[in-house]
């Protein structure tokens, strides 16, 4: 037990060496730009007073964000989506995934859920003994089941999910704004140091390694900034790029997609004020989400009623129900449909009990 549990604590110490890392190198790059270029190098008072304005705005932007999306504790499924106790003792005695499955979907019943697995069970996590929410997966680095995860990343040491997402989307655009000021403003003082312009000082080596850092962190940092920025457009994360969420109906890779604006809005939050600050505006719980094949299910299909015509009814066009209402609707709906299912297993063990008994008496 001794060992593991120090293998363990070596594993998160080791995890933070990529943060320690970056942390050194925007120290460098802080020290870099100040001291060994705006104060040695920069002639112009002027252009050294503009030139740090600007450079400790993005400064100031890319270390809140990336603070907190290290720091920002992912979220994890409510008590709700445990199992009571007595279920969670009939699981775990229970060895056919029959049995355990109809354990789940008993639960389920109350609970706001579209997704399945690929065999269409009820998502379950057995190392957390949670059912898992709607684009909840459990995080094997984390060791735990994270809300609308995204990803591990190791450059963060967190999971990216429901709770940092938009601070994650954030880092990325502060750090890119952050190397491309840096790379374009230090540029005409790389090229007078590449060709001899300028005396070789103690600044010279700090000036052209920064641009090159700076360049090279601009190309990655650009390409991962843009992929994400075209996951939130579609409103699906990076899970579900590349495993499309399995519905009632079938997979839909774009199941959770309601739209542009309505995808941009479920990241970054209604006002549009708070969009470019790192602080939470997201929208929901993280626990349930809207889809658009909600409607389109034919288990949760619209009931329509065919009262007695009324002429003076007849010309009236009929409302369509409202986000709230169909929700609701649906979860009836789908706890019928989970009724109905377990009737008809029930129904299946009572007939086979019949026929071993007929068989048994005509022998």
Same mark, same amino acid.
């Given at each position: 037990?001794?060992?593991?549990?120090? &293998?363990?604590?070596?594993?998160?110490?080791?995890?933070?060496?990529?943060?320690?890392?970056?942390?050194?190198?925007?120290?460098?790059?802080?020290?870099?730009?100040? @001291?060994?270029?705006?104060?040695?190098?920069?002639?112009?008072?002027?252009?050294?007073?503009?030139?740090?304005?600007?450079?400790?705005?993005?400064?100031?932007?890319?270390?809140? =964000?990336?603070?907190?999306?290290?720091?920002?504790?992912?979220?994890?499924?409510?008590?709700?989506?445990?199992?009571?106790?007595?279920?969670?003792?009939?699981?775990?005695?229970?060895?056919?995934?029959? =049995?355990?499955?109809?354990?789940?979907?008993?639960?389920?019943?109350?609970?706001?859920?579209?997704?399945?697995?690929?065999?269409?069970?009820?998502?379950?996590?057995?190392?957390?003994?949670?059912?898992?929410?709607?684009?909840?997966?459990?995080?094997?680095?984390?060791?735990?089941?994270?809300?609308?995860?995204?990803?591990?990343?190791?450059?963060?040491?967190?999971?990216?999910?429901?709770?940092?997402?938009? !601070?994650?989307?954030?880092?990325?655009?502060?750090?890119?704004?952050?190397?491309?000021?840096?790379?374009?403003?230090? &540029?005409?003082? !790389?090229?007078?140091?590449?060709?001899?312009?300028?005396?070789?000082?103690?600044?010279?080596?700090?000036?052209?390694?920064?641009?090159?850092?700076?360049?090279? !962190?601009?190309?990655?940092?650009?390409?991962?900034?843009?992929?994400?920025?075209?996951?939130?457009?579609?409103?699906?994360?990076?899970?579900?790029? !590349?495993?499309?969420? @399995?519905?009632?109906?079938?997979?839909?890779?774009?199941?959770?997609?309601?739209?542009?604006?309505?995808?941009?809005?479920?990241?970054?939050?209604?006002?549009?004020?708070?969009? &470019?600050?790192? @602080?939470?505006?997201?929208?929901?719980?993280? &626990?349930?989400?809207?889809?658009?094949?909600?409607?389109?299910?034919?288990?949760?299909?619209?009931?329509?009623?065919?009262?007695?015509?009324?002429?003076?009814?007849?010309?009236?066009?009929?409302?369509?129900?409202?986000? =709230?209402?169909?929700?609701?609707?649906?979860?009836?709906?789908?706890?019928?449909?989970?009724?109905?299912?377990?009737?008809?297993?029930?129904?299946?063990?009572?007939?086979?009990?019949?026929?071993?008994?007929?068989?048994?008496?005509?022998?």
């Amino acid at each position: 037990m001794a060992p593991t549990h120090v &293998l363990r604590c070596c594993q998160r110490g080791l995890a933070w060496i990529p943060v320690i890392f970056i942390a050194l190198v925007v120290c460098w790059s802080y020290y870099a730009y100040v @001291v060994e270029l705006c104060i040695f190098t920069i002639p112009s008072i002027g252009e050294k007073i503009v030139y740090l304005i600007f450079f400790h705005l993005s400064f100031i932007m890319f270390v809140w =964000s990336y603070w907190k999306t290290i720091f920002t504790k992912p979220a994890n499924p409510s008590k709700e989506f445990c199992l009571p106790k007595a279920e969670k003792e009939r699981y775990e005695k229970e060895e056919r995934p029959e =049995s355990q499955q109809e354990i789940l979907w008993r639960v389920a019943t109350s609970l706001p859920l579209y997704t399945r697995t690929g065999a269409g069970a009820i998502r379950y996590c057995d190392r957390c003994q949670v059912i898992k929410p709607d684009r909840c997966h459990h995080c094997s680095a984390c060791d735990m089941c994270v809300l609308k995860m995204d990803h591990h990343c190791p450059w963060v040491n967190n999971c990216v999910g429901f709770s940092n997402y938009k !601070f994650f989307i954030l880092f990325l655009a502060y750090s890119l704004v952050y190397c491309l000021f840096i790379a374009a403003t230090v &540029l005409q003082y !790389f090229i007078k140091f590449w060709t001899n312009e300028l005396p070789d000082t103690h600044a010279k080596f700090h000036v052209l390694f920064l641009f090159f850092v700076a360049a090279m !962190f601009c190309i990655s940092i650009l390409s991962l900034f843009s992929y994400h920025l075209w996951l939130v457009g579609k409103n699906r994360s990076t899970i579900e790029a !590349f495993r499309a969420p @399995v519905f009632r109906m079938g997979s839909d890779k774009n199941g959770f997609s309601l739209g542009f604006r309505k995808n941009i809005a479920q990241v970054f939050g209604d006002q549009k004020k708070y969009w &470019l600050l790192p @602080v939470f505006t997201s929208q929901g719980d993280g &626990l349930t989400f809207p889809t658009r094949l909600v409607n389109a299910d034919v288990e949760q299909a619209t009931v329509t009623l065919h009262p007695e015509p009324d002429k003076s009814a007849a010309d009236v066009p009929a409302s369509p129900l409202s986000d =709230s209402q169909n929700r609701l609707l649906s979860n009836e709906q789908h706890a019928n449909n989970v009724g109905d299912h377990l009737a008809d297993n029930a129904l299946k063990s009572a007939d086979s009990e019949t026929i071993t008994i007929s068989m048994e008496s005509e022998s």
